[in-house]
């Protein structure tokens, strides 16, 4: 593929924020969040396609890319408030709200608290309260585990962000992110090598990694938390899942349709913990069937 993209843009929300936009039918907005660890840069391989269906804002979450933390909560809670204050400063009347993993938290929590603010929801692969028989990877229940260790936590970040090239780094980190790592462009790939060699010297980002990370732990450990959460939400909500997600099993978004039959799901075979990258044709078709069902 050949990636077009346009240009960096920042606007002050607390702290500068950079964001990426494409322009689409002026009568909806698309606000796309990434997760954890991730960037804008999560969401080019489809944002051009959503385009067609409204404008289109992609940005670094603050602590997170070309966002620096400048003194901003990187905690769910924080980035929920700094959300808000971007819809309020790019945005007009409700927005479609998607998130990958974390930035799926982000949003429901958003859309949770501020209901009026959001005509709808595009969850992938977000981050949902354990269910039984749903744990994670044993690497990725490790890590995160360590997170939680104050100086273990913070070590061990600061290995692996230094122990090999930005370029393997972005290849291991697909290893376990998608299920077939090879279709993943290689142009994509050095647009993420390019950004951790430009940020890896950035004292903060592992600062806004492990209290990002640190609050994801307390929330998925609490079922009475995700519960008022998913309960608060009254937009249409489409659930798009791997099935080979190591990071969050397919069973805890299983547990959420269950729970919320109105909540359109979408589990895909054989595709891992970033779906709009491994099967970004996917994800777009699944996502335009359900906005001419739900939000028409």
Request: charged share 20%; net charge positive; hydrophobic share 45%.
């Amino acid at each position: 593929m050949t990636l077009d993209l346009p240009p960096l843009e920042t606007v002050d929300v607390d702290g500068p924020v950079v964001y990426r936009s494409w322009e689409g039918p002026s009568d909806r907005t698309f606000v796309l969040v990434h997760g954890l660890g991730g960037s804008h840069l999560s969401w080019v391989q489809v944002a051009p396609g959503l385009a067609g269906l409204g404008r289109v804002l992609a940005p670094d979450l603050p602590g997170f890319g070309r966002s620096p933390r400048a003194g901003r909560s990187a905690t769910l809670m924080g980035e929920r408030r700094w959300l808000s204050g971007f819809l309020d400063a790019t945005t007009e009347g409700p927005v479609i709200l998607a998130g990958n993993s974390m930035g799926g938290l982000v949003t429901l929590l958003e859309a949770a608290v501020e209901p009026d603010r959001v005509a709808g929801l595009v969850l992938t692969s977000t981050v949902f309260p354990l269910a039984r028989g749903g744990l994670p990877h044993p690497i990725v229940l490790g890590s995160f585990a360590a997170y939680d260790v104050p100086r273990v936590g913070e070590a061990l970040v600061r290995a692996r962000r230094s122990a090999v090239d930005p370029e393997s780094f972005v290849r291991l980190g697909l290893r376990m992110l998608t299920v077939d790592p090879s279709a993943i462009p290689d142009d994509v790939i050095a647009l993420h090598a390019d950004l951790i060699r430009d940020l890896r010297a950035d004292p903060q980002a592992p600062v806004a990694f492990l209290e990002a990370a640190r609050s994801i732990n307390t929330y998925v450990r609490s079922r009475s938390l995700g519960a008022r959460t998913m309960s608060n939400v009254r937009c249409p909500v489409l659930v798009i899942h791997g099935r080979k997600d190591r990071f969050v099993p397919v069973g805890n978004a299983l547990v959420a349709l269950q729970r919320y039959p109105a909540w359109r799901g979408r589990l895909l075979a054989g595709v891992g913990h970033v779906p709009q990258m491994e099967a970004p044709a996917r994800w777009l078709t699944e996502v335009a069937d359900w906005y001419a069902a739900s939000m028409r």
